[in-house]
């Protein structure tokens, strides 16, 4: 970066001297070559090694994106897989047709900070000891107090999702900050998929991140602790999902293919109408035998009758949830563990 220097003060001013110019290079972090950038890009990369960097934004946060590495045809592919292997799909799923394919773009904010503090107390472990009882030995796990005086340094992630995935029948996919992701420019990603748009504020997420970040460690019983935040980070990170839809006997479902992994995110589909129907008929045939022992104990025993009318209550109980939940599993509906 370049600092001009003003030209000499006018004869007689009583202004400072002028500063003289200076130059300042910016060297890349991985290689040390040279960096180059013109006032106002965004994406500058390394002249040497071609790493690309993103300046930082007057928002306080940088993009970033995880590159798609499914590709249509492989998301179908895995999607109507899932739907024939599954075991509570009926068996002509196979007849059913995807209608609609498109790459979707969700927003998660990652907040990232250090955490440098002490922590001084007692809190309570776990351990094992062997206890013998005649010729046989057994494992017994007790609850013991300990001393704790460390220090602590440690580096926290805190993710939310930044849109309300829940309205398109999806989690929040499982992100570790691992991953590899690349600087994300508005309209880079928008050419050959949807990117959705950030509707929750980042300073209601930062709070949480901080409450999460300074929460002690668990399992300690008494504690004096200090902990403080170093180094805060904040990022908005596009994770890539298929949203898939196909059609069966003229209803559409949706289904979610992950972008990177390939597994299914989320699906909804059609139940198999044999297994429930005998599930509902062997459900009500028990409970005809537990109403027919409670009309024939009212009948034989004067001193039945109100335990058997509770029993008859309960079975009429019994059978309208039973017919209930028919009602409300009529679909398959999946999320992909550790999804939030």
């Known amino acids: 970066m370049v600092e001009r220097a003003t030209g000499p003060p006018p004869a007689g001013s009583s202004g400072p001297a002028p500063r003289p110019a200076s130059l300042r290079s910016i060297s890349c972090p991985r290689c040390a070559g040279p960096l180059l950038a013109r006032d106002g890009d965004r994406l500058i990369s390394c002249g040497h090694c071609g790493t690309p960097f993103l300046t930082s934004l007057e928002d306080g946060f940088s993009r970033r994106y995880f590159p ?44 990232r ?63 570790t900050g691992r991953e590899f992701t690349l ?22 997420v930062r ?18 602790t200090r902990l403080f935040l170093m180094k805060e980070q904040a990022a908005l990170i596009y994770y890539p999902l298929w949203a898939l839809r196909y059609r069966y006997r003229g209803r559409l479902y ?27 008929i062997g459900s009500y045939a028990a409970l005809a035998v537990a109403l027919a022992l409670a009309v024939s104990a009212w009948e034989a025993w004067e001193g039945a009758r109100e335990p058997a009318m509770y029993v008859a209550v309960l079975v009429a109980v019994l059978a309208f949830g039973v017919y209930w939940r028919f009602r409300l599993l009529r679909e398959v509906e999946y999320h992909e563990p550790f999804s939030g």
């Open 68 to 111: 798609a590495k499914v590709e249509k045809l492989q998301a179908v592919g895995g999607a109507a897989r899932w739907l024939w292997k599954h075991s509570d799909t009926p068996d002509d799923i196979r007849e059913s047709a995807f209608v609609e394919a498109r790459l979707l773009y969700v927003p998660i904010w990652e907040l």
């Open 113 to 175: 900070a250090y955490v440098v503090g002490w922590e001084f107390g007692k809190k309570l472990r776990s351990k094992a000891e062997t206890v013998r009882m005649g010729d046989e030995e057994y494992v017994r796990v007790n609850l013991v107090e300990e001393g704790v005086e460390a220090g602590f340094l440690d580096e926290r992630r805190f993710y939310q999702e930044a849109a309300d995935l829940t309205s398109l029948g999806m989690g929040r996919p499982h992100v």
């Open 183 to 204: 600087p994300y420019l508005p309209g880079e990603l928008e050419k050959g998929a949807a990117v959705l748009g950030a509707d929750r504020d980042l300073g209601a």
């Open 207 to 224: 709070s949480r991140a901080r409450e999460s970040f300074v929460r002690p460690p668990t399992g300690t019983v008494t504690r004096n």
């Open 254 to 280: 949706e289904m979610t293919v992950d972008g990177r992994s390939g597994v299914i995110h989320a699906a909804r589909a059609p139940a198999d109408n044999s297994k429930r129907l005998g599930v509902l």
